[in-house]
């Protein structure tokens, strides 16, 4: 006679799969829910930007000309639209105004759902072309950044079982108003560690709010083992501090002890308040600054070397107004956090918990292979929100 164990066994499988699935789909719909709300709650409330306890310091920001040209990205972000069809557009193109600019999150697409065209939806005339509109944008430096982050996703897929929702090419491109020599105009990306708006007035850009992420931030295995990501930001990080006096460490160190993240203007928080805390930088000697404006500039030069030059004028124009914070240790291998905040400047640096390479690092506690980095343009031109107000001011009363 004939046993049913193996199908027995076989049925049991599938109905386990399938309990399986559905918790899993379960939860993810509840961890989706959970962020939708949450971004309603925050792109509904007024943009004001990231300020101190004190509020918008006002006046910081001018529409000016720059000397160089935009040209080659507006032309590209022309071409860009062109190779997409008709409802590619349609979810693609937003108006220069809309609340689209303020829609990212630096979360994977299994709990966030993305406006957009991604790049896995691309044929590869249209990849190109997206690929162009970044290269314009970017320097060589920041366009090879991008790369690597989107590379830890294919290595998380890999750590995580294949998982559907982490991909190198689940990344979507938008853009805001009508590329234009003239008017204002922008495009954004929106991925797992990887967020940059771009908005564009002539010739003048403002390339933030930009997150930059990366976990595993070093990957051992698979498809692109030996990728290393952010680790410039984290050595020359460390090293700055670690050059400081002790009496200057004590001064900018808030904890001596990283148990949680700490980042403070990350997604969902374009008004958030974040007071000057640390050290102040006008109390640095000439070679301190020195240092800690090429610190900076690991951050501002992913972007196009000449307005990057400009962005760093502007920095060092108010570098006597900057303060420098530490969260941490300063040990060779240590974990921290580490914030430069000036009128016109945010950038935040945060080791964070484990989330999808719980397999390599058990536990909870910050680690050197999860990154988080923002950079912001506080009081209120994030966006280029300031800039476009003004804009409109003059010429759409």
Same mark, same amino acid.
Do not use: C
């Given at each position: ?7 027995? /066994? ?9 309990? #399986? ?11 989706? *829910? ?5 971004? =309603? ?18 006046? =910081? ?20 639209? *062109? ?7 349609? &979810? ?34 249209? *990849?190109?072309?997206?690929?162009? =509109? !970044?290269?314009? $944008? ?25 998982? !559907? ?7 979507? +491109?938008?853009?805001?108003? /009508? ?18 708006? #771009?908005? @564009? ?5 403002? !390339? ?41 460490? *004590?001064?900018? $160190?808030?904890?001596? &002890? ?25 109390? +640095? ?27 760093? &004028? ?7 107004? $900057? ?12 974990? +921290? ?9 945010? @950038?935040? +640096?945060?080791?964070?918990?484990? /989330? ?17 980095? @923002? ?14 107000? &003004? ?7």
């Amino acid at each position: 006679m004939r046993s049913f164990l193996p199908h027995l /066994v076989i049925l049991l499988s599938v109905a386990t799969l399938s309990y #399986a699935q559905t918790a899993y789909d379960s939860g993810t719909l509840g961890a989706k *829910k959970r962020f939708t709300d949450r971004e =309603l709650a925050a792109i509904t409330e007024p943009y004001v930007g990231v300020k101190t306890a004190d509020g918008i310091q006002p006046g =910081l920001f001018k529409i000016e000309p720059t000397g160089v040209s935009t040209t080659a990205i507006s032309a590209a972000a022309e071409t860009f639209l *062109k190779s997409l069809t008709g409802a590619q557009l349609l &979810q693609t193109q937003f108006a220069v105004d809309d609340t689209e600019w303020r829609r990212w999150f630096n979360v994977d697409n299994g709990i966030y759902t993305r406006q957009g065209t991604s790049l896995r939806e691309m044929n590869n005339t249209q *990849k190109a072309a997206a690929r162009n =509109l !970044m290269s314009a $944008t970017l320097s060589a430096r920041g366009l090879d950044l991008t790369d690597a982050i989107r590379k830890t996703d294919q290595t998380l897929k890999e750590l995580n079982d294949g998982a !559907m929702h982490l991909d190198e090419e689940l990344y979507f +491109f938008t853009v805001m108003g /009508v590329p234009s020599a003239t008017d204002p105009w922008g495009w954004q990306i929106d991925g797992h560690h990887l967020v940059i708006n #771009a908005f @564009i007035l002539g010739d003048q850009i403002v !390339m933030t709010p930009t997150f930059l992420g990366a976990e595993p931030a070093h990957a051992l295995t698979g498809k692109y083992a030996g990728n290393k990501v952010l680790q410039a930001e984290q050595n020359d990080g460390l090293a700055f501090m670690q050059s400081l006096s002790s009496e200057q460490q *004590k001064a900018a $160190t808030l904890n001596t &002890q990283k148990r949680r993240n700490s980042i403070q203007a990350e997604a969902l928080k374009d008004n958030a308040i974040v007071d000057y805390a640390g050290i102040s930088v006008a109390t +640095f000697t000439d070679g301190q600054k020195s240092r800690f404006l090429a610190l900076a500039e690991n951050y501002i030069g992913n972007l196009r070397e000449g307005h990057a030059a400009i962005w760093m &004028q502007q920095i060092e124009a108010h570098l006597d107004d $900057t303060w420098f914070a530490w969260i941490g240790s300063t040990d060779y291998d240590a974990v +921290f956090y580490y914030r430069i905040h000036s009128p016109v400047i945010l @950038i935040e +640096f945060d080791h964070q918990g484990p /989330v999808g390479t719980r397999s390599l690092h058990p536990g909870r506690n910050p680690i050197r292979d999860h990154i988080h980095t @923002i950079i912001r343009t506080p009081n209120g031109n994030d966006y280029g929100k300031d800039l476009l107000r &003004q804009h409109l001011e003059e010429h759409h009363r």
